[in-house]
Nanobody, 119 residues
Framework: QLQASGGGLVQAGGSLRLSCVAS????????MGWFRQAPGKEREFVAA????????NYGDSVKDRFTISRDNAKNTVYLQMNSLKPEDTAVYYC??????????????WGQGTQVTVSS
């Protein structure tokens, strides 16, 4: 089970940090990622980190602004979001999967957390 938190309302240029806590004892063996979905749009890949933390991928729209990290001791994956833009407004979902690179279909999803960026 995945529990995401940290969303909220922020002004453009601001920052937020999302967290996703996973229950269970096998978190460290899963690749973790974040996707987002804005109203009327398809779910979009944001970032993913491999189970050992040795490989990271970012979506083109968030490169150089967002940073994904994980703490296996806390069963938690983070998404640090800086220089936020109104187009980053979406519901953000965390995901766990054994597949790498991470795609949109396989794996387990957490509930979403809303991020709203005002202009």
């Amino acid at each position: 089970q995945l529990q995401a938190s940290g969303g909220g309302l922020v002004q453009a240029g601001g920052s937020l940090r999302l967290s996703c806590v996973a229950s269970g004892r096998t978190f460290s063996s899963y690749n973790m990622g974040w996707f987002r979905q804005a109203p009327g749009k398809e779910r979009e890949f944001v970032a993913a980190i491999r189970w050992r933390g040795d490989r990271i991928n970012y979506g083109d729209s968030v490169k150089d602004r967002f940073t994904i990290s994980r703490d296996n001791a806390k069963n938690t994956v983070y998404l640090q979001m800086n220089s936020l833009k109104p187009e980053d407004t979406a519901v953000y979902y965390c995901k766990a999967t054994r597949v790498w690179p991470m795609g949109p279909a396989e794996g387990s999803w957490g509930q979403g957390t809303q991020v709203t960026v005002s202009s």
